[in-house]
């Protein structure tokens, strides 16, 4: 999967910062795509989170498709959750679309959630 930890935070190596990474992962399960009944990081749209031993959060993520309506809202909400986890003192968002977000990138969860499996 794309979401395992990327090579800053592995460098980084402090236990606070990867407690910092897991908090906001978490926050990052209490945002949903509104037509998709799946919180993004199941749904894989989060491709990596990463923060560093100064608080400094990058979040690398997609959306379903360029055109994708929640395109103005979910980008400023994932900032906002990842902000307000204590020990964040910076939010870098990047959105990408490489690679292409596909079913293939949601976790068996939200497959079986969705009758895909």
Known sequence: MLREPSDAAGEAGAPEAES??????????????????????ALGLIYDVSVDTEGKAAIRMTLTTPMCPAAEMLPPEVETKARAVPGVTRVELDLVWDPPWSPAMMSEAAKLDLGMV
């Open 20 to 41: 910092i990474r897991d908090k906001i992962i978490e926050e990052l399960q209490t945002v949903y795509d509104p037509e998709i009944p799946v919180d993004i990081y």
